[in-house]
């Protein structure tokens, strides 16, 4: 079992950064893909960013690509969402995800462990 602790989320203006970190504990021990994800009101979870074990690989939506950076800390099991020129379309509940089943993942299906997540508000 992998539990994952989410922070770092807040209300900020158009324009400003924030950064957040997903710690995970457990059987962290397992080579772990980890993933971001958000889910708006009233629409589906949607992939944010993903991340391989070693760090060596990335993916990243095509609407944060170029603002957000996924990045991983092994040593303190943490990882990473570093989130620049936020916009309001980014105003979601952020997820942080683990799976020891893939490589890496885009689709919700393939994580098995879920952070409880943390708020991004982002006012125009």
């Known amino acids: 079992q992998v539990h994952l602790v989410e922070s770092g989320g807040g209300l900020v203006q158009a324009g400003d950064s924030l950064k957040l970190s997903c710690a995970a504990s457990?059987?962290?021990?397992?080579?772990?893909?980890m993933g971001w994800f958000r889910q708006a009101p009233g629409k589906e979870r949607e992939i944010v960013a993903t991340?391989?074990?070693?760090?060596?690989?990335?993916y990243y939506a095509d609407s944060v690509k170029g603002r957000f950076t996924c990045s991983r800390d092994n040593a303190k099991n943490t990882v990473y969402l570093q989130m620049n020129s936020l916009k309001p379309e980014d105003t979601a509940a952020y997820y942080c995800?683990?799976?020891?089943?893939?490589?890496?993942?885009?689709?919700?299906?393939?994580?098995?462990?879920w952070g409880q997540g943390t708020q991004v508000t982002v006012s125009s």
């Open positions: 991340i391989t074990w070693t760090g060596s690989n990335t």
């Open positions: 995800a683990a799976s020891d089943r893939i490589g890496m993942g885009v689709r919700p299906s393939q994580y098995d462990y």
């Open positions: 457990g059987r962290t021990s397992n080579s772990l893909a």
